[in-house]
């Protein structure tokens, strides 16, 4: 991508920060974001190439993750449809996937969800003093950041080598780690690196179907259905 683009991108994402209510350095919660957002989000599991899709109209979003894939990945594909629901122009239903080439509107929604997740501001706060001065940020510093923004071990580096912090000579060893085993021995918690939340749903769904319910508008048995398609089974406790 061109660094023109790359800029404005960039700018895209500091101004829906603001506009969400978030500053240049903090760590998103995405899960409380998409509440706040009002979009219909599900999670389930999905083919390992397919990472989630989302869909917008009539003023109401809706956005489909796949549970199957690790947390990390997850909140990747979350801020990546987060573009197309709030700040591609013209977005046309798609699904997201992990192969192939690449249009320039999926390489801008990659770029804006690495730039939304760790904006620069805050992951050179995050960076030690003496790292900064130094120029090499060290292999503590890295599992940091990651577990802190919630992003993959390979986000982490990508963001460091696009804001100059990470030359490829230093990025090689740091990429060859067992970034679990690594992460569980410097004291992490390692479920951002496996999968889950299946079955989640975030929104007002529920909500709106038990008022349409208790007002005499549906029927218990579509109510009973519209529980189903969010995946809460009558026949559990």
Do not use: W
């Amino acid at each position: 991508m061109k660094a023109s683009l790359l800029n404005y991108v960039e700018s895209q994402a500091s101004r829906f920060r603001q506009s969400a209510g978030l500053s240049d350095a903090e760590a998103v919660n995405l899960k409380s974001l998409l509440l706040k957002l009002n979009v219909l989000t599900l999670y389930r599991p999905l083919s390992e190439s397919f990472s989630g899709m989302s869909l917008k109209g009539d003023g109401k979003r809706f956005m489909l993750v796949n549970s199957s894939q690790p947390r990390c990945r997850q909140h990747f594909t979350i801020a990546h449809e987060l573009y197309h629901l709030f700040i591609e122009e013209i977005p046309v239903p798609h699904k997201c996937k992990n192969d192939g080439k690449k249009s320039e509107s999926e390489q801008c929604a990659d770029a804006f969800a690495l730039m939304f997740l760790m904006p620069a501001t805050g992951v050179r706060q995050m960076i030690p003093e003496r790292e900064l001065k130094e120029s090499k940020v060290s292999l503590a510093t890295v599992l940091k950041l990651g577990h802190y923004f919630g992003v993959s071990h390979t986000a982490v580096l990508n963001r460091l080598s696009d804001l100059n912090l990470l030359t490829k000579l230093e990025r090689k060893p740091l990429s060859s780690i067992q970034v679990k085993r690594t992460s569980r021995e410097y004291g992490y918690d390692v479920s951002l690196y496996e999968s889950g939340n299946d079955g989640l749903v975030i929104g007002d769904f529920g909500e709106k179907a038990r008022k349409l319910f208790e007002a005499d508008k549906i029927s218990e048995g579509h109510y009973h259905e519209l529980l189903y398609k969010i995946g809460i089974d009558d026949n559990e406790n």
